[in-house]
């Protein structure tokens, strides 16, 4: 896209009459154009938009400023990924599997052959049926989860998962990459999972809170998108946090876009160690007594068990702040001045979820839950903590009213495997393996065929090299798509799925607030072949006897009627559903009491009529539960636990002296968006950007904009230098989601010529517990790129009869 074009697009919608104005056309002219314009509503994880369609083509998309208070530039990418060159056009299988050669060793190497919808079917069909005959149900992975392709009803996930239910289930996942950890343990500790929950309203965070600690938070950045439909405005509740004079600190390792907004001090911490400054400050705030000892007893369960640990008797190290001090490169004085400005002061504790993307992660809730007790401030206006603020409008009031919900899977498992998330290299690659999850044992079957629909795994699973092995070894892969993603190009099989902006589809939003359904419309036709993922899944089940149990004989926009009839709207409001559709949103009203909500408020005011879903009905400092898993790498209550890769491991170090972080991109959801022109506003030389500081730039002897190779065991890739000094020495950040690109597709760890940074992180597990991912958990090194080859990344296969 040339930069005219992408300057107009950046600057929105500025309708034909400043077309008119510009020069460009005449007023008449103008008109004409306008009377043929089609205005279409729909809606996106990037916001609530109208597509403006002129003779079958997009010709812009303006945000609904209604319904979205502070649209963000990401919107503007729908209509060029609808369009690009990367979209798969037709029904396309590997040349050798075609032939009935098998050889998986070739997936991401060859050309593939375009055939016809039935051939390819048929095929996805026969292999199933040939994984089933090897080793039935628990032979077939659907390796589809999550829901973040697009915030409507028809999920791609949910539909793979209806289908494979209606033929007996598959092995599926359980948990997620999100909150792998958090998600994990944090029911048993405060009897909710507290990440996805309603957080304390901003109202009561402007009028009561005096510090805010951002720890590793960086609401600013996330909440551009969210899962759901955002409208995006906490930026506004934003102002008033800082017209209210409250004292932000950003607890982080780089200097944060919120961190700059709310001019936050700054504690630079070093990765993987802030665990041992939680415990510091507890130790602290309780040797000088300032811990609120009353809450202690009154709300929480097992702090005289956690106590011996705490003070060293357990195992022989008290954590005190000179012990933590060493281990975070923190000094002691600032260790305790930060525990009393805490103490002292309403304060709010902004959890964030990278910090539990790292090995033991499922310690970092738990410290933060059980520092935020000794606050005593848990319940109060203000007070307490939060793992949510910076997600879906996190501090939105909520409007207590049903919205739409999304289509179901449905019954019909019965194999009852679903592996921890990040597990997906060890499953294929380790059939028999025995692991431990949350107490339990999971055996992991021999998996013969897996589909992935709607997510890309080579883009958020760890260890890309790794897993491109692992995917090798399968006897079929399914992939539905609507782009040439990089799991895609490795695929046997690929059968091109429809955009949102080619069905119909509906929303709600957000998860918070709950103010909102959207009607997502029909903006173009399909393009080429592709097809709905409902029709696909649909027309699979039929090969199976099983398309009206599949389908219940509706269609898509009769599934949609359905979903909207159970709504707040439709019950209580009368609004019909053609009046809905016809108008594309309907609005609630927020309750006035809803702005008054503070997060575990009832408990506090009575734990007795009101207890938590715990195993003592408090939260769980100690969890007796926990403690009889017996995991040498999780105990009964918060622990420190020495990361594998980090700074302090001299020895690594020594070959990889940088740590190496990857937050959420500031352009994309995760490898969303990847292949459309808003990536040239931050990629460098068409590479994924690596900041670094100005001291370890001189160090390494690199430049700002230059190219340069990033390194370690595992793999390499390249990326384009941004030297600032908004990161600490010894860390470098590449953000996630750059779409995979091997140099030499034949060589085994080939250079990633894009930025994929999961081709640098480990597959290694949280713990015995979870078994999360642990990709904030990596060392590498840096140096001149030498020769560099083009990025192909977002270049379809070779096709044959395309």
Request: glycine letters at 8%; hydrophobic letters at 35%.
């Amino acid at each position: 896209m040339n930069n005219s074009r992408r300057d107009f697009l950046k600057k929105g919608a500025l309708g034909t009459t400043a077309i008119a104005l510009s020069g460009g056309v005449s007023g008449a002219a103008a008109n004409i154009m306008e009377s043929r314009t089609t205005k279409i509503p729909s809606a996106s994880h990037f916001g609530a938009f109208h597509a403006h369609v002129r003779d079958g083509k997009i010709v812009d998309i303006t945000s609904q400023l209604d319904s979205d208070a502070n649209p963000t530039v990401l919107v503007k990418s729908l209509a060029d990924r609808t369009t690009n060159n990367s979209r798969v056009k037709y029904p396309c299988v590997r040349k050798s599997y075609l032939e009935g050669k098998g050889k998986g060793e070739l997936r991401g190497k060859e050309e593939f052959v375009r055939v016809s919808w039935d051939k390819a079917l048929d095929l996805v069909a026969n292999s199933i049926k040939k994984a089933q005959e090897k080793g039935g149900n628990k032979a077939l992975y659907n390796a589809s989860y999550g829901g973040w392709s697009h915030p409507g009803a028809f999920k791609p996930n949910t539909m793979a998962g209806r289908f494979f239910n209606q033929i007996g289930g598959a092995v599926r996942t359980s948990g997620e990459y999100s909150n792998g950890a958090a998600g994990q343990v944090n029911p048993t500790l405060v009897g909710d999972m507290e990440v996805y929950s309603v957080q304390t309203a901003h109202e009561q965070i402007i009028a009561n809170t005096k510090v805010m600690i951002l720890w590793g938070c960086d609401m600013y950045k996330t909440q551009r998108v969210g899962y759901s439909v955002p409208n995006h405005r906490c930026y506004d509740a934003y102002e008033e946090y800082k017209k209210a004079g409250i004292k932000f600190i950003s607890i982080d390792p780089i200097y944060t876009v919120s961190a700059s907004e709310f001019k936050a001090d700054w504690i630079k911490i070093r990765p993987g160690s802030d665990v041992a400054l939680m415990l510091a400050m507890m130790n602290y705030l309780y040797k000088s007594k300032k811990y609120d000892k009353a809450f202690i007893e009154k709300y929480t369960y097992g702090f005289d068990k956690f106590l011996p640990y705490l003070l060293g008797k357990e195992d022989g190290i008290e954590k005190t702040p000179k012990w933590a001090s060493k281990i975070t490169e923190i000094p002691e004085e600032t260790i305790k001045q930060l525990a009393d400005t805490m103490v002292s002061n309403r304060t709010f504790i902004a959890g964030n979820w990278s910090l539990q993307r790292a090995h033991h992660g499922e310690q970092v809730d738990w410290s933060i839950i059980t520092l935020a007790s000794m606050l005593g401030q848990v319940g109060l206006p203000g007070g307490g903590f939060g793992f949510s603020m910076h997600y879906e409008g996190g501090g939105d009031a909520n409007s207590g009213k049903a919205t739409v919900g999304g289509m179901s899977q449905g019954g019909g498992d019965k194999v009852n495997i679903a592996i921890p998330a990040s597990r997906m290299s060890d499953l294929i690659l380790k059939p028999g393996h025995t692991v431990t999850y949350k107490g339990s044992k999971i055996v992991y079957p021999k998996v013969e065929f897996m589909l992935s629909a709607g997510g890309s795994p080579i883009g958020h699973q760890p260890d890309v090299n790794e897993l491109i092995e692992a995917m090798r070894t399968l006897d079929t892969l399914v992939v539905v798509e609507p782009w040439w993603t990089p799991s895609a190009k490795m695929a046997d099989i690929v059968l091109p799925a429809t955009t949102t902006l080619e069905r119909d589809d509906v929303a709600g939003g957000m998860s918070y607030s709950n103010d909102r359904i959207y009607a997502m419309k029909k903006v173009v036709e399909p393009v080429f072949e592709s097809k709905d993922d409902y029709e696909i899944f649909a027309l699979l089940a039929k090969r199976f006897g099983k398309e009206k149990k599949f389908t219940r004989g509706r269609t898509p926009l009769e599934w949609i009627e359905r979903l909207y009839k159970r709504s707040y709207a439709k019950k209580e409001m009368g609004i019909s559903f053609e009046e809905f559709w016809k108008q594309g949103v309907v609005k609630y009203e927020i309750p006035a009491s809803a702005r008054k909500f503070v997060r575990h408020e009832d408990f506090r005011k009575d734990p007795i009529a009101n207890p938590l879903k715990t195993e003592t009905g408090k939260i769980q400092i100690y969890s007796d539960k926990f403690a009889k898993f017996n995991y040498k790498d999780f105990k009964g209550h918060p622990t420190w636990f020495e990361p594998a890769e980090w700074l302090g491991n001299k020895k690594l170090v020594a070959k990889y002296p940088l740590h190496l972080v990857s937050p959420h991109p500031t352009y994309r959801i995760h490898s969303q968006l990847d292949n459309t022109w808003v990536q040239n506003v931050h990629k460098v030389q068409g590479r994924e950007p690596i900041r670094i500081s100005p001291n370890d730039a001189k160090k390494f002897g690199v430049k700002d904009g230059e190219i340069v190779e990033v390194y370690n065991d595992r793999g390499s890739l390249l990326a384009g230098v941004v030297v600032t000094d908004t990161i600490r020495d010894g860390v470098v950040a590449i953000e996630e989601g750059a779409w995979y690109s091997p140099e030499e597709s034949s060589k085994t760890k080939s250079r990633c010529n894009s930025g994929q940074v999961n081709v640098l992180t480990s597959s290694r597990p949280t713990s015995q517990m979870a078994q999360a991912t642990t990709a904030n958990t990596v060392l590498v090194s840096i140096r001149k790129a030498g020769t560099i080859k083009p990025n192909l990344a977002y270049q379809p296969p070779k096709i044959i009869g395309a």
